[in-house]
């Protein structure tokens, strides 16, 4: 179960988004715009993840919680998920024949609806993903996590 932010956790975080939206914001690398743009990711998904956990059964019937159903089972991709893999091969942001035997590994494994979150992530990402396996390796392990 995640525990709630603390108060200096919170300090350092409004500090550092009042420094990066000042009229003049110092000049930051390529690298550490990524990294914060998926740190913003991860953890806008956390939040997600989180109210949909706390959503009362009464008005979703399983909670929040991810369906069973795997994101490949019986030598096929679920059809949502080859579905957002042809959108982002369509958009030249993903191609399936580029990635590794683990990356290919970690997807598959994943519930279809996380995998849909990790492949999303792809699709809003507005710079270019310098390395793909890891990226979705890593994103793929943070919400096996969750």
Not at 103 to 116: G, I, Q
Request: glycine share 4%; hydrophobic share 40%.
């Amino acid at each position: 179960m995640s525990s709630p932010i603390g108060d200096d956790q919170l300090q350092r975080l409004v500090g550092l988004v009042t420094t990066l939206t000042a009229p003049e914001p110092p000049k930051v690398s390529k690298h550490l715009k990524q990294s914060l743009n998926l740190f913003l990711d991860i953890a806008e998904d956390e939040l997600k993840i989180t109210q949909e956990a706390a959503t009362p059964a009464s008005k979703a019937g399983t909670a929040g919680a991810p369906r069973k159903a795997l994101a490949f089972a019986g030598d096929k991709w679920h059809a949502d998920v080859k579905a957002q893999m042809a959108v982002l091969e369509k958009t030249s942001k993903l191609k399936e024949a580029d990635l590794d035997q683990h990356t290919l590994n970690s997807l598959k494994k994943l519930p279809y609806e996380v995998a849909l979150v990790c492949l999303g992530k792809i699709a809003n990402n507005l710079s270019a993903i310098l390395n793909m396996n890891a990226f979705i390796v890593m994103n793929c392990t943070h919400l096996r996590n969750q």
